[in-house]
């Protein structure tokens, strides 16, 4: 799990292909990586990829085909910037949201503008996505957890102030550059409750009516 707060933004320093797969090398940037081990999980831009072969300053990863088909791994080149995050550990500060790091789509950003000193960035979502993302709620956009300001229909907006555009990749975010799009879990099993029939619609209701202050309908 990971918090959706970039510790780092690394550089991809060599692709290899493997059989359909690829094997990524990347520059660690300041990431601290004295208390992790070949193994360890670590999020590229929102994806949780397994880190391996640590040596000076790189790492190396490898992408399976399914992970290069839903996200945006396989348009990566080399000397592209990538956001780097490492795995929660129990005494970690919670900063952002709860993110599994299992990217659900890939967006694309349709405009971007100034907002104040923020900037305002808005992102189209693929349509089986865009019902899960809600204003005010959570999103994790390229591994970076943002507020949602506003939707409409397919599309929503979120502000990034001058420290998120100094720390991460965002800074890259232009009309037509695609996204990794990680939705807030709390959306996944609400679906899931209220799609099971029953006893899960049952209680996703009492989950929702608990929230608003209200009592169930009888």
């Given at each position: 799990?990971?918090?959706?707060?970039?510790?780092?933004?690394?550089n991809?320093?060599?692709?290899?292909?493997?059989?359909?797969?690829?094997?990524?090398?990347?520059?660690?940037?300041?990431?601290?990586?004295?208390?992790?081990?070949?193994?360890?999980?670590?999020?590229?831009s929102?994806?949780?990829?397994?880190?391996?072969n640590?040596?000076?300053?790189?790492?190396?990863?490898?992408?399976?085909?399914?992970t290069?088909?839903?996200?945006?791994?396989?348009?990566?080149a080399?000397?592209?910037?990538?956001?780097?995050?490492?795995?929660?550990?129990?005494?970690?500060?919670?900063?952002g949201h709860?993110?599994?790091?299992?990217?659900?789509?890939v967006?694309?950003?349709?405009?971007?503008?100034?907002?104040g000193?923020?900037?305002?960035?808005?992102?189209?979502?693929?349509?089986?996505?865009?019902?899960y993302?809600?204003?005010?709620g959570?999103?994790c956009?390229?591994?970076v957890?943002?507020?949602?300001?506003?939707?409409?229909?397919?599309r929503?907006g979120?502000?990034?102030?001058p420290?998120?555009?100094?720390?991460?990749?965002?800074?890259?975010c232009?009309a037509?550059?695609?996204?990794?799009l990680?939705?807030?879990?709390?959306?996944?099993?609400?679906?899931?409750?209220?799609?099971?029939?029953?006893t899960?619609?049952?209680?996703?209701?009492?989950?929702?009516?608990?929230?608003?202050g209200?009592?169930?309908?009888?």
């Amino acid at each position: 799990m990971f918090t959706g707060i970039i510790q780092s933004v690394g550089n991809i320093e060599g692709i290899e292909e493997i059989g359909g797969d690829k094997r990524f090398t990347i520059d660690l940037g300041r990431l601290n990586v004295s208390d992790i081990a070949s193994g360890d999980s670590i999020a590229i831009s929102g994806v949780c990829l397994t880190a391996i072969n640590f040596q000076a300053n790189t790492f190396t990863a490898d992408v399976s085909k399914e992970t290069l088909s839903v996200t945006t791994m396989d348009e990566l080149a080399v000397a592209d910037r990538v956001n780097l995050e490492l795995a929660l550990t129990p005494t970690t500060r919670l900063g952002g949201h709860m993110v599994s790091g299992h990217v659900d789509g890939v967006g694309e950003v349709v405009g971007r503008y100034p907002d104040g000193r923020s900037e305002r960035i808005d992102i189209k979502a693929p349509p089986e996505l865009a019902r899960y993302i809600a204003a005010k709620g959570s999103i994790c956009v390229d591994g970076v957890s943002l507020t949602v300001n506003e939707v409409s229909a397919d599309r929503f907006g979120v502000n990034i102030i001058p420290h998120t555009v100094e720390q991460t990749n965002l800074g890259r975010c232009a009309a037509g550059v695609r996204v990794n799009l990680e939705i807030d879990v709390i959306a996944r099993y609400l679906e899931r409750l209220l799609t099971a029939g029953g006893t899960g619609a049952d209680t996703a209701e009492q989950i929702i009516l608990a929230g608003s202050g209200k009592s169930p309908t009888v």
